[in-house]
């Protein structure tokens, strides 16, 4: 017997024959090898089967009693068509093969076969299928691209580079949180890659697809499931099987939704809407979202114990505005990968730009900052004169002259004083001094917690 060198993927096959040795014979041989096989002894059972499940190949026998396979497949839907189908016959002659290939045949085979014959025709479809998987997976990830490197070295980051190393390699469901923008599928990617998992990787933004849609969309559905779904689909389960996939704000998922994927992680099947067979898969299940999940608990917008089930491994990456020394190898990263996609000059900003950016808080993080290049790159406007109204520029910011600091002081210093200058003058409030210095009151409290100083 031929060892089927199958990829770790769903597949589902369907078996028509009228002979119920056949049936019986191949069903035990592709058990092996398929999650799902299911057999039919005539046109009508295989109708009735197809109605309520996807199958990636069919094996079907020619000489049917009442309508031959042929026939059938050729009267079938151009969706199930796309399936595989291997047709089999003990009466072949020349005409017979021609309609078989006529009709899409993957391969013909004449009975009686030897069963590594089989084995090896199924073997070439199912690396067919596969490929067509993968190609469909290549374009989405193009699609939806961007460098899978975690840029900067920061303590909280070089530590979270570091707690990713360390469960990259399990199989356990991990929870990222940030706030929108901190990169939180860049994270999951990461996981992914260094993991040694074969499969895809397969993001779904929960937020994004309407919730009458995401049980279809991650599970798939049989012919007929609903209204407009007149053709069977696999969900994106079944493509990340073998891989990752990465449920992004997964505190936008409804609750009846809640309940199935707690049902998926827990006994690692899933089951195509309007179906009744469960199908087994494997894979790692990444979670993200930028809501604090357990207050969404608490206000029972979210399961307890899905929160729990998903709160196995947990990665907090942190806001922008909390890494400051990172935003200069941000700057430059974006700025040379900015420069090539949009066909422009790459430029060398200024001292005083990177100080600017530097200052800043960031409120849509690493998001805000990869627009702002973009927009600086396109306008040709660097930062400092693009957001002079918005962020005061370090020349304003110290002045020097006017305060008649010491030519010799740090310029930290020069900045620490003239802040506490501003604040004086305004008897302590803050927010009337940040208005004059033309910052976010977060960046004076932040710049506090710098200093030591404790109101």
Not at 402 to 421: I, N, T
Request: hydrophobic content about 40%.
């Amino acid at each position: 017997m031929v060892e089927m060198n199958t990829p770790n993927t769903v597949m589902s096959v369907l078996v028509v024959d009228d002979e119920s040795g056949m049936r019986s014979f191949l069903k035990k041989a592709l058990s092996r090898t398929f999650s799902l096989v299911e057999t039919a002894g005539s046109v009508e059972e295989a109708e009735q089967l197809r109605s309520r499940c996807h199958f990636d190949l069919l094996i079907v026998d020619i000489n049917l009693p009442g309508r031959d396979g042929i026939e059938w497949h050729e009267a079938l839907d151009e969706d199930t068509r796309r399936s595989d189908v291997i047709f089999m016959t003990g009466f072949a002659d020349m005409d017979t093969a021609i309609r078989a290939l006529r009709a899409g045949a993957s391969d013909f085979i004449l009975k009686p076969f030897r069963l590594d014959q089989m084995m090896q025709s199924v073997q070439r479809c199912v690396e067919r299928r596969v490929l067509r998987r993968e190609n469909l997976l290549l374009k989405r990830e193009i699609a939806q691209s961007h460098p899978h490197t975690i840029i900067g070295k920061s303590a909280n980051i070089v530590e979270m580079k570091n707690v990713i190393r360390r469960v990259a390699a399990t199989s356990s469901v991990v929870l990222i949180e940030g706030e929108s923008g901190t990169g939180k599928e860049l994270v999951a990617r990461s996981l992914h890659q260094l993991s040694n998992r074969n499969g895809a990787f397969v993001p779904v933004n929960c937020g994004a697809i309407a919730p009458e849609l995401l049980e279809s969309e991650l599970f798939g559905h049989v012919a007929d499931a609903f209204a407009g779904g007149r053709n069977g689909r696999e969900g994106l389960f079944s493509f990340a099987n073998g891989g990752t996939i990465f449920l992004d704000e997964i505190g936008e998922m409804p609750m009846q939704m809640q309940m199935a994927l707690l049902r998926v992680l827990e006994q690692r099947t899933i089951r195509p809407v309007g179906s009744e067979k469960e199908i087994p898969v494997n894979v790692r299940v990444l979670a993200a979202t930028n809501r604090e999940l357990m207050a969404e608990v608490e206000a029972g917008r979210f399961r307890r114990d899905l929160f729990y089930r998903l709160n196995v491994l947990n990665i907090v990456i942190p806001p922008l505005r909390e890494r400051p020394d990172d935003v200069v190898d941000l700057v430059h990263h974006f700025t040379r990968q900015l420069a090539t996609e949009l066909g422009v000059r790459e430029v060398t900003w200024s001292h005083e730009d990177l100080l600017v950016m530097q200052r800043y808080d960031w409120p849509g993080n690493i998001r805000e900052l990869r627009n702002m290049v973009e927009r600086c790159l396109l306008l040709g406007k660097p930062p400092a004169e693009y957001w002079r109204s918005q962020i005061e520029p370090v020349v304003e910011m110290v002045a020097v002259g006017e305060a008649g600091y010491p030519s010799q002081m740090a310029l930290k210093e020069v900045e620490r004083l003239h802040v506490l200058k501003v604040i004086e003058e305004h008897k302590g409030n803050k927010s009337a001094a940040a208005r004059v210095l033309g910052v976010s009151r977060k960046t004076l409290d932040r710049k506090f917690k710098e200093w030591g100083l404790v109101e």
